[in-house]
C-alpha cells in the first residue's frame, strides 16, 4: 500500500517556465512533508519542507503548498533552470509515529528535465 | 555542514557472499537509516536506529540486519547476498528533526 504517491515518474519544462511537481498521501496522520532532490551518483538533498499548520512555505525559488483536505502537495520552481534537472522526491512523517524515530515514507520520485 | 559517508561507492559481490555497508556521520546525530533505491520504486526503508545499540525494522527489512555500536556508525549487513540485493543503498542520519542528511549511496551489484 503505498502511501505517498507522485504519479507523474518525468516531468519536461522550458528553462525560465514554472515546474509544477505533484505529490498526494493517503495516510491522515502525516503532519509533516519534505521535497528532496536527487541527482545521479549523489544522495538526495533536502530541499524544503513545511508543516501541517501551513498551507505554503517559500524559499527562493521554490514554494510547497499543503492542501489537508485533497491529501496533496505540490512544489512550484519558478523560474526553472537547467541545474534544476533531478529527480525529486516528496516525504512524509507523522509525530505519532513514536520512538522519536523521524522516520521518513518516500514517493518514488519525479524525475524533472528542465530543457535550455 | 553535516558529512555521512559511505565506506563504499560501488561494490561488486557474489551470491551467497556475506556483505558490509558502513555508514559515518559526523554531526553526533541519534537517527540513523539504510534505505534501498531501486528504478519506479524510489526509496524504501530497510531498518533505522534511534540510538546506539537500538534498531527498528522498516519496510523490507527481510534479508538484512543491522548493527549500531557507536552512536556515529550504522552498519548493514547482508547475511547472503542475492542477486535481488542489486541496488543503490542509501545512508541517512538526523538530529531531532525530520530533516535527513544523506551519504553518496553505494551501488552494489550481486553475482
Known amino acids: 500500500d503505498q502511501q505517498v504517491k507522485q504519479n507523474s515518474p518525468s516531468l519536461s519544462v522550458q528553462e525560465g517556465r514554472i515546474s509544477i511537481l505533484n505529490c498526494d498521501y493517503t495516510?491522515?496522520?502525516?503532519?509533516?512533508f519534505l521535497w528532496y532532490k536527487k541527482y545521479p551518483a549523489e544522495g538526495p538533498t533536502f530541499l524544503i519542507s513545511i508543516s501541517s499548520i501551513k498551507d505554503k512555505n517559500e524559499d527562493g525559488r521554490f514554494t510547497v503548498f499543503l492542501n489537508k483536505s485533497a491529501k496533496h502537495l505540490s512544489l512550484h520552481i519558478v523560474p526553472s533552470q537547467p541545474g534544476d534537472s533531478a529527480v525529486y522526491f516528496c516525504?512524509?512523517?507523522?509525530?505519532?509515529?513514536?520512538?522519536?524515530?523521524?522516520?521518513?515514507?518516500f514517493g518514488k520520485g519525479t524525475k524533472l528535465s528542465v530543457i535550455p | 555542514d553535516v558529512k555521512v559517508t559511505q565506506s563504499s561507492r560501488y561494490l561488486v559481490k557474489r551470491t551467497g557472499e556475506k556483505v558490509f555497508l558502513e555508514c559515518v556521520q559526523d554531526?553526533?546525530?541519534?537517527?540513523m537509516f539504510w534505505y534501498r533505491q531501486d528504478p519506479g520504486l524510489g526509496l524504501r526503508l530497510i531498518y533505522f536506529s534511534y540510538d546506539v545499540k537500538m534498531k527498528e525494522k522498516g519496510d523490507i527489512p527481510e534479508g538484512y540486519s543491522v548493527s549500531r555500536e557507536k552512536k556515529e556508525r550504522f552498519s548493514l549487513i547482508l547475511e547472503s547476498a542475492s542477486t535481488n540485493q542489486t541496488s543503490m543503498y542509501l545512508c541517512?542520519?538526523?538530529?531531532?528533526?525530520?530533516?535527513?542528511?544523506f551519504g553518496p549511496g553505494t551501488r552494489l551489484t550481486v553475482t
Open positions: 541517512a542520519s538526523s538530529f531531532r528533526s525530520y530533516e535527513q542528511y
Open positions: 554531526m553526533d546525530h541519534e537517527n
Open positions: 516525504a512524509a512523517s507523522s509525530s505519532y509515529s513514536g520512538a522519536g524515530s523521524y522516520q521518513l515514507t
Open positions: 495516510n491522515s496522520m502525516f503532519d509533516y
